[in-house]
């Protein structure tokens, strides 16, 4: 690697769709930790990345992961998943791994597909990492749910999962800081902070 962060865009195509790569300050700033690295004789590789486009519409979180388009046919299928009206996620596989993912309304778990995407993560694998199937029990200290909220050093997404017990805490992998998980089950209120 000779050039990293918002000064290098990749030349060749994406490796997920065949069509010319998109510019991405995550990838910009996976990739200065590589060029880093590499600056200091340490082997690092670089990270994948899958997304192809991540925007706020109508103030709603909008995400498309690989090749999270396609269409169901042949050896594609594709689970959607509504776990409220306002929030939607499509997770394709393309023999039984996972090529793309659609998330709208929720920025929740799109750090992860992301990951999953860049991997081609087998589907029983995807399932159990997103705790798809039934509500984990609890009580008002648990996350009913799974939530993203951004860390408070670096701005990175962080992904607290569904069953996460109020006072767990959780390190940020990009800064390295370790946060604590606050959450009033009462009031449906979730923040993390440091410890």
Known sequence: MFAAGDVAEPAALD??????SVF???RAWAQGGVAAAGMLGQKADPTLEAVRLRAVLFGHDLAVIGRGHLPTEG???AVEL???PSIYRRLVFEDNALVGAIVFGTGESVH???RMVAQHTPRENVEATLRLG???PGGPEVLPKTFAR????CAAELVIHCGTRAGTVVRCEVCNTDLMVRWDGHR???DVGRP
Not at 15 to 20: C, K, P
Request: hydrophobic share 35%.
């Open 150 to 153: 951004h860390c408070p050093i």
């Open 82 to 84: 509504r776990e409220e």
């Open 75 to 77: 050896a594609i299928t």
């Open 134 to 136: 039934p509500a984990v």
């Open 112 to 114: 992860e597909l992301n």
């Open 24 to 26: 991405c300050w995550q």
């Open 188 to 190: 449906g209120w979730l």
């Open 15 to 20: 490796e997920f769709s065949g069509e010319s």
